[in-house]
């Protein structure tokens, strides 16, 4: 009787192939099956030869090499491909066979998949994985959701490949129902392109204000990189900062300055403007992106537009000194920001996600992964219920130390014209969050003298509703969309 595999993948580009090579050096067999059939002989025949991987030409041979129930993995583009898939799979399985999809998917189709699959008797997770080409081969960080009775069946499988942290905890757990897997992993996505934003203002504040060279600011981060700061992030920034092309020069200088995105970090923002979460770092993060893809306007405007030379004054060692701090403290901003976003999610969908869980399945593998993570852990550790990570005695402290440095560091930066609008908004988020009044009793009135939308009053109990007549001509009626 032949041999029948643990787990089925579609979707043999690099990210299926080195899960799948993972998965086979933890000792289980593998079928894979790839739309373009050449692929999956190349790959049986190429990097998997000789290993306990079974190459299927059929979406009927797939299913008939899986042991039961049948564990299916999906590496394939997102959107439309993955519903396609799972309607060829259908007919060809049985009752409890699992399908899962391991894309970046937005969470809405995780929570609809799992309603529809579920319905037919099937089950479903939606799981994020994060770690490029590497993590997928060498251990990736995994945060699957969806149906809750398929995780006893890939438990064992997930958390073998995944990367390990604090003497061989794995960096995957289960997350929650339906689409909580692909939401957290949309955050984690949201969380890198504000990390990204960050890393990148520093660097152009060093470059364009201190005059640094590449060489200078790669020992910078050398330094950054072995203390608070120590990341994944920062240790590629050092090697990109150090690298040199084919004459010697720092490739660095030769990229064009455009950078791409794949609508991850758009999607969190969206989905923080629908739960009314102030989002603001990673919302930066995805407008400057936005901002550097208009280069030729870009290059126009700077012909026409003048602003100030810069120019810096100081003791260099002590503004880099600040500067850390400055990163440091936006850091934690992104991070806070991130999850209350988690926490009106899993509020609004009924997930009982574990927030010292997530920071650990970020600890290792992911493309954010940090020391940092082992704070946040700690933090919700010692109160899950903690409702903004600034308010964690670690992280208070740590960011009041650090306000002087920031406040120093984006004063210099905007008086010398230099761009930094992650760094300049994690200040602003958090002037605002220790705020005890903001100026939104003035907004309030504003919106009540022309649309009649009321306000509440400090000396009423909340939820108590007023309309004035401002003007001595209007009426009495007011409108009914007074939203907080």
Known sequence: MKKLADIGLVGLAVMGENLVLNME???????????????????????????????????????????????????????????????QLIPHLDKGDIIIDGGNSHFPDSIRRTKYLEEKGFLFIGTGVSGGEEGALNGP??????????????????QSIAAKVDGGVPCCDWVGENGAGHFVKMVHNGIEYGDMQLICEAYQIMKDLLGMTADEMH????????????????????DI?????????????????????????????????????????????????????????????????????????????AFIDDLKNALYASKMVSYAQGYVLMRYAAKEYGWNLNNGGIALMWRGGCIIRSVFLG?????????????????????????????ESWRRVIAAAVTNGIWCPALTTALNYFDGFRNERLPANLLQAQR?????????????????????????????????????
Not at 145 to 156: D, I, L, M, R
Not at 305 to 317: C, L, M, N, T, V
Not at 460 to 481: C, L, V
């Open 219 to 238: 020992e910078v981060f050398k330094d950054w990189n072995k203390g608070e700061l120590d990341s994944y992030l920062i240790e590629i920034t050092r």
């Open 25 to 87: 050096s933890k000792g289980f067999t593998v079928a894979v099956y790839n739309r373009t059939v050449e692929k999956v002989e190349n790959f049986v025949n190429g990097r998997g030869k000789e290993k306990n991987i079974i190459g299927a030409h059929s979406i009927e041979e797939l299913v008939e090499n899986l042991q039961s129930p049948r564990k299916i993995m999906l590496m394939v583009k997102a959107g439309k491909a993955v519903d396609d898939f799972i309607e």
């Open 241 to 317: 900062l150090a690298f040199k092309d084919a004459d010697g020069l720092p490739l660095v200088d030769k990229i064009l300055d455009t950078a791409g995105q794949k609508g991850t970090g758009k999607w969190t923002a969206v989905s923080a403007l629908d739960f009314g979460v102030p989002l603001t770092l990673i919302g930066e993060a995805v407008f400057a992106r936005c901002l550097s893809a208009m280069k030729d306007e870009r290059v126009d405007a700077a012909k026409k537009i003048a602003g100030p030379k810069p120019k810096f004054e100081g003791d260099k060692k």
């Open 141 to 158: 960080s995994i945060m699957p959701g969806g149906s809750p009775k398929a995780w006893e069946h890939v438990k064992p499988i997930f």
């Open 448 to 484: 009540d003298y022309f649309g009649a939308h009321m306000y509440e009053r400090t000396d009423k109990p909340r939820g108590e509703f007023f309309h004035t007549n401002w003007t001595g001509k209007g009426g009495d009626t007011a409108s009914s969309t007074y939203i907080v």
């Open 375 to 403: 704070k946040i852990k700690e933090a919700f550790d010692k109160n899950p219920n903690l409702s903004n990570l600034l308010l964690d005695p670690f992280f208070k402290e740590k960011i009041e130390s650090a306000q």
